[in-house]
Every structure is written in C-alpha cells, then in structure tokens.
C-alpha cells in the first residue's frame, strides 16, 4: 500500500472538481478531510448488517406520487429530485448515510438542491411513478433495473434521469455528482467529461497498475460477436497510483474463494487512460480509452462482466468489498443473469 498524501493532487484529483466548481475549498485542506473518510475503506467490512439503517430525518415524508414529489420541489425552488433506493441491511448504504450524509457540506448542499425520497428496494409501499403506474416499492425498483445499494436516481425538472449513482462513492466524487446535476451540466456533458475539466486532470501519474495471475496478456483481443466464447468475460478498468485499486487487489482478490471464482473467467486488465490497442467484447477496434469513454467509465477501479456472446451483464463501477464481489462472481458463473436480468433480483429470489 502507499504511504500518507505525497501530494494533493496525486492522491486526490477528482477533488479538483471541488475547486474547479468555485466551493471555496482549497485541494489540500479537501484531501486532509477526506483522507481518513477514503481511508476508512481499507477495513470496511461490507457483510449484511445485524442493526438496520434509518433514513436521515431530513430526506421527505413523501406519500411516494413521483410526480407529487417533484412538483414541490421545483415550486420550492429546487432543481429537481433524489429517489435513494436502499436496504434495512446493506452496508454501502450505512457507508453513504454516515460518512457523506455526516458532512454538513454535503448535507446542506443535497437540501439546498433537491428533494431526497428514501426507498426499500423490498419495501411493499405503494409508488406511483412518472409514467402514472402504480407499484410497490420492490416492483419499482426492478422496473428501474436497480443492481446494488444504494442507488441514487437525479431526476431534473423535466422528470428525465439527469444521473444515477449505483453503489456507494466516497464524499469528494458523491459532492461532484450533487454539484454535476445541480449546475446542469448533465444537459451537454456525461459525468466523466465533466470530471475531466477539473484544474487537476483526473489521469495519475504514471505508474505500474496491479497485476493478477489470471489476467490474459496483450493483445487484448476480447471479441466473442462471431464466436462464442467458453466462459464468460470481466474487464478490470484501472489506473495506476490508485488507492481504490490497491485495496482492491490485497484484500478481495487475496481471498482464496474468490480467486477460486475468477480462475474460472477470462480475464484482462485495462488502463483507463492508455491508447492500448483494444478489440472489444463486441468486435470494435479502439483503444482502452477510447473505449472507457464510450462507456462513460469514471471511477477505478470498474468491473465489466460479458457472456459468452460479448453481451454485458452487469457493471461494478463503485466501491467494492469481499461480500459483494463475491455475490456478483456466483451471479455470473451460475449463469444466473440469464433467468434473473438484475442482480438485485437474483439477490431476493436466493435469500428467499
């Protein structure tokens, strides 16, 4: 692992956004804050919770009609509208609701911006949604093809999906995202552009990336269009001087049932930045980088799982712990997505 901040930019540059959007906050004071908040992840243990979570008091009382919800929030003056979409047990969620939604910034600028409505993604509350239609919550949040907790769903002032959030992000790219929707700049930009104007670019410095015994070396000729495969694909999107990466790869993948796991699917690794010759699960030639910006890829390091066909089956681009990982691995390798078309719903139909 790395040693303590060698230098704000290096460690931190996504906090340039901050600066970049006028805060007031200086990099380095921003990358002391948050330091020991990222740092936290090194030992999060993200098994099911014994104790359920509550929503903040702060987020709406709300009878739950979408359209309702945001009409008051822009009669308010607000920008638009939040649907967190959460579990009673999930540990990411305890992570955002006690470390970002611990930070009067953050806080105060959510309330000043929208109007947040929390949802249990097995909650039986009746939902009406934009389109008219009724349903409970759980059927709501397989209708919007929810994978993990939490997800965060922007909605603007034209009811449109401004952004969505799957997963849990530390605070510096959670009040980027806040400050991306609030600002409209999701009108003309995706989130990964808009992170890249920052004053400090986004790209680290160069450097070796982590290796694994299992990833398949250059050429990364990863097309399965025309022939099927043997077995399914993940792609790891990494950069290098990551802290996210690094805990990733000395503490899930040092485990063994879950280096078990991906012994039994190709694999290859990408540099998010680097023009390395790419041949795409699809059959597209392009670049690594390229192909992350197609993608829309923003965070590292990001896990993109393909079938035998080139088809993608899900994406874990947010933070990511050894009880997660290791449930999207027996997803995939079980073939599961194939009855189940989310995660989540795999997830409810096997805790049954």
Not at 93 to 108: G, P, S, T
Not at 117 to 122: A, L, P, R, V, Y
Not at 279 to 293: C, F, L, N, R, S
Request: hydrophobic share 40%; proline share 4%.
């Amino acid at each position: 692992m790395h040693s303590r901040l060698q230098s704000c930019n290096k460690w931190f540059p996504l906090l340039a956004v901050v600066v970049f959007l006028g805060t007031g906050h200086t990099l380095c004071k921003a990358a002391d804050d948050d330091f020991d908040k990222f740092g936290e992840l090194d030992n999060f243990a993200d098994a099911p919770l014994t104790e359920a979570v509550t929503h903040p008091a702060w987020f709406k009382l709300s009878f739950l009609d979408l359209r309702d919800d945001l009409k008051e929030a822009i009669d308010s003056g607000k920008q638009g509208l939040v649907v967190y979409f959460g579990q009673k047990h999930c540990a990411y969620c305890k992570k955002l609701l006690e470390v970002n939604f611990a930070r009067n910034d953050i806080v105060d600028y959510t309330r000043e911006h929208f109007d947040v409505i929390g949802m249990d993604i097995h909650g039986q509350r009746s939902v009406t949604g934009f389109d008219g239609n009724e349903y409970d919550e759980h059927g709501f949040a397989l209708q919007h093809h929810i994978n993990f907790t939490p997800t965060l769903i922007f909605y603007d002032k034209q009811q449109r999906e401004a952004l969505r959030l799957s997963g849990y992000y530390p605070p510096y790219q959670f009040r980027a995202a806040l400050e991306y929707v609030a600002d409209g700049f999701y009108r003309r930009e995706d989130f990964r552009s808009y992170l890249a104007r920052a004053d400090v670019p986004m790209v680290f410095d160069a450097g070796e990336m982590n290796f694994e015994d299992f990833f398949s070396p250059a050429p990364h000729a990863l097309d399965r269009s025309h022939i099927a495969a043997q077995r399914p694909l993940v792609v790891f999107f990494e950069q290098s001087d990551c802290h996210a990466c690094d805990i990733l790869h000395t503490g899930p993948l040092r485990a063994d049932d879950i280096g078990a796991r991906m012994a039994k699917l190709d694999a290859t690794q990408l540099n998010m930045w680097a023009d390395t010759p790419v041949i795409t699960p699809g059959g597209e030639h392009t670049t690594a980088k390229k192909w992350a910006d197609k993608l829309g890829l923003f965070y590292t390091p990001t896990l993109l799982f393909f079938d035998e066909h080139g088809k993608e089956i899900l994406r874990v681009d947010s933070v990511v712990q050894f009880y997660r990982l290791r449930n999207v691995l027996d997803y995939v390798l079980s073939g599961a997505y194939r009855e189940y078309p989310t995660f989540q719903q795999w997830r409810t139909a096997t805790q049954r």
